[in-house]
């Protein structure tokens, strides 16, 4: 079955910057475009960005141009570089198979706050 773990989230001031991991297992990784999603509190989940087969990235005009979404197939990991972080991504951060269904795992907390 499909089990994702997400890791790398904290606390951090306005402008500073955080590495979200995210170990998927359970599919065939270089089969799949993968995914970040985040939800604030009393928001709706979104999605943050997504990575093709192909690798490349695309991005929520909202973090467009700071963050990174990156992957190794081999090591069946995604990764999500954020750069410049502001308090309207305070929120926690998923990942998953993109344009799939599959459970969610815990995700991992981010906070932007001074």
């Known amino acids: 079955q499909v089990q994702l773990v997400e890791s790398g989230g904290g606390l951090v001031q306005p402008g500073g910057s955080l590495r979200l991991s995210c170990a998927a297992s359970?599919?065939?990784?270089?089969?799949?475009?993968m995914a970040w999603y985040r939800q604030g509190p009393g928001k709706q989940r979104e999605l943050v960005a997504y990575?093709?087969?192909?690798?490349?990235?695309n991005y929520a005009d909202s973090v467009k141009g700071r963050f990174t979404i990156s992957r190794d197939n081999a090591k069946n990991m995604v990764y999500l570089q954020m750069n410049n972080l502001k308090p309207e991504d305070t929120a926690v951060y998923y990942c998953?198979?993109?344009?799939?269904?599959?459970?969610w795992g815990q995700g991992t907390q981010v906070t932007v706050s001074s």
């Open positions: 359970g599919r065939t990784l270089s089969l799949y475009a």
């Open positions: 998953n198979f993109f344009g799939t269904e599959f459970p």
């Open positions: 990575i093709t087969i192909g690798g490349r990235g």
